[in-house]
């Protein structure tokens, strides 16, 4: 299986910029993708492709990456944005990451 | 609108079966895959496998062959999920989710999940 290591936990403030970071334990290419979850709801697509913004998702997400290192960027941080966020590649099989819970200060 | 709505939490003892539904509505149901996650409680996402919602065929991710079922009743643009045999580690959310594309499976639109408890 291919492994995807997220970073458990970040902390910032309102209006920041945050990046949140996945490496895949091999070359996924570009099949790499990112959601939001928040308590008690599904996850919410935000990037598919590592780069392109899914329909509808502010302009202030991003992402970055290819082969083994993918970055999630939102800039500026809002409050609403307090979720965790799971990456997940589709190149060999499907995994997620184990997530990276975002709190705004 | 695109809506997949699942069926209601589920309390079952362990060794009973359970099935859950993922009615899709709002497009052609026949167009895209449907996939399964499961979420252990407080715990990250684990895909299971997926569903050709054309030719009904099954694909299972290796952690969930044996005791998972995959159908669909194609109809009435549902896709399911039976569990036999229910463990205590099987208590999870389990969300359906729609993939838009056969060559790059990401995950668009998802079920609201589906809370299974198995407890005796």
């Known amino acids: 299986d291919t492994v995807l290591t997220q970073s458990p936990a970040l902390a910032v403030s309102p209006g920041e910029r945050v990046t949140i970071s996945c490496r895949a334990s091999?070359?996924?290419?570009?099949?790499m993708h990112w959601y939001q979850q928040k308590p008690g709801q599904q996850p919410k697509l935000l990037i598919y492709?590592?780069?392109n913004l899914e329909s509808g998702v502010p302009a202030r997400f991003s992402g970055s990456g290819s082969g083994t290192d993918f970055t999630l960027t939102i800039d500026p941080v809002e409050a609403n944005d307090t979720a965790t966020y799971f990456c997940?590649?589709?190149?060999?099989?499907?995994?997620f990451g184990s997530g990276t819970k975002l709190e705004i200060k | 609108q695109i809506q997949l709505v699942q069926s209601g939490p589920e309390l079952k003892k362990p060794g009973e079966s359970v099935k859950i539904s993922c009615k899709a509505s709002?497009?052609?149901?026949?167009?895209?895959?449907m996939h399964w996650v499961k979420q252990a409680p407080g715990k990250g996402l684990k895909w299971m496998g997926w569903?050709?919602?054309?030719?009904?065929?099954?694909t299972y991710a290796d952690d969930f062959k044996g005791r998972f079922v995959f159908s669909l009743e194609a109809s009435a643009s549902t896709a399911n999920l039976q569990i036999s045999n229910l463990k205590n580690e099987d208590t999870a959310t389990y969300f359906c989710?729609?993939?838009?594309?056969?060559?790059?499976?990401?995950?668009?639109?998802w079920g609201q999940g589906v809370m299974v408890t198995v407890s005796s």
């Open positions: 989710a729609r993939s838009r594309s056969k060559l790059l499976p990401f995950f668009d639109y």
């Open positions: 709002g497009y052609t149901f026949t167009d895209y895959a």
């Open positions: 569903i050709n919602t054309y030719t009904g065929k099954p």
């Open positions: 091999e070359s996924v290419s570009t099949r």
């Open positions: 492709g590592a780069s």
């Open positions: 997940q590649q589709s190149w060999n099989d499907l995994t």
